[in-house]
């Protein structure tokens, strides 16, 4: 189930199958997740976690909970999944154009306004 905010939805995709999707605010932006996601990549490197061991523990992550039912995760385990998967197209691991596994942003969707 894809859902929806103020600003619109992120979905993940793994394999060609939707594997977490959240909703976006205005004060929770795509660019704020960027942001969190590079955070957790700096914070790997101070604790001297190399950069292929952050790629396997993030690809595990992403593997693992995609075998979940969508109806047992929570949206804290939906979000750890999208920032998993930004973490691994910053690492370039996984392509942004890559139609199979990647991230899909839509915006949310206006109204017509009805000319008189």
């Not at 101070?46 to 523990?57: N, P």
């Not at 039912?69 to 370039?92: F, G, P």
Request: charged share 25%; with cysteine; aromatic share 6%.
């Amino acid at each position: 189930m894809i859902t929806q905010g103020q600003a619109g939805s992120i979905s993940i995709f793994l394999k060609g199958r939707i594997i977490a999707s959240q909703p976006l605010r205005n004060e929770n932006t795509y660019a704020d997740m960027v942001k969190e996601a590079n955070q957790l990549i700096i914070d790997g490197m101070r604790y001297k976690v190399s950069l292929k061991h952050q790629i396997k523990l993030h690809l595990i992550h992403l593997t693992e909970t995609s075998k979940w039912s969508r109806n047992y995760k929570t949206d804290d385990e939906e979000l750890m999944v999208i920032l998993a998967m930004l973490c691994l197209m910053k690492l370039k691991f996984f392509c942004e154009e890559d139609p199979a596994n990647g991230i899909f942003i839509m915006p949310r969707k206006r109204k017509r306004r009805i000319l008189n």
